[in-house]
C-alpha cells in the first residue's frame, strides 16, 4: 500500500498514477477484510476503488489532462519538504508508542441489519437527498464535457 502511494506522487503520467491509487484502494479494502471489517472492507471496494476511481479517470480523460505540460519540481522546497516529512513521521510515532491499544483492541461488531435498517429508516430522506444530489452532479458533468461541434449537429 505504501509502494502504491509513493508510485501515485512520483509517477509523471498521471493515468498510471490513477491506477497505483486503484491499487491503494484495493489494498487498504483487504487491510479491513483482514482486520474483520467486512462491511468496511465492502464499502471501500464500492466507493472507492469502484466509483471514485473511475470518477478520477474519466476527469482526466474528459478534460485531456495527459496532454499538459506539467511544470518541473521546485527544487528549492525539497529540503522544507523532508523536514516536514520528518516531523511528521515523529509525531506519528509518538502517538503510536504513547497510545494505550488495549482499549483498541477490543472488538467491534458488525452488524449489517442494524446499519441497514439506520440508512433506510432513520437517514432515509438525506439518503435520497443525497443521490439526488449526485444525479445532478453527473447530468451537470455530462452538459459541460459536451463540445460545441455536438450542439450544432442536433440542431
Do not use: K
Amino acid at each position: 500500500m505504501v509502494g502504491g502511494g509513493l508510485a501515485v506522487v512520483t509517477l509523471r503520467n498521471i493515468i498510471h498514477s490513477a491506477i497505483a491509487m486503484m491499487i491503494c484502494f484495493g489494498s487498504l479494502a483487504g487491510m479491513y477484510a483482514l482486520l474483520g471489517a467486512p462491511i468496511v472492507a465492502a464499502a471501500q471496494v464500492l466507493i472507492y476503488l469502484g466509483a471514485i476511481s473511475v470518477l478520477i479517470l474519466f476527469a482526466i480523460m474528459l478534460t485531456q489532462a495527459g496532454d499538459a505540460n506539467l511544470p518541473t519540481p521546485f527544487h528549492r522546497q525539497v529540503p522544507i519538504a523532508i523536514v516536514v516529512t520528518l516531523a511528521i513521521i515523529g509525531l506519528v510515532g509518538w502517538a503510536v508508542v504513547q497510545t494505550d491499544w488495549g482499549l483498541a483492541a477490543e472488538a467491534v461488531s458488525a452488524n449489517v441489519d442494524a446499519i441497514a435498517i439506520a440508512l433506510f429508516t432513520d437517514f432515509a430522506l438525506p439518503f435520497e437527498i443525497i443521490s439526488l444530489l449526485l444525479l445532478v452532479a453527473i447530468i451537470g458533468a455530462i452538459y459541460l464535457a459536451r463540445r460545441p461541434e455536438e450542439d450544432e449537429r442536433a440542431n
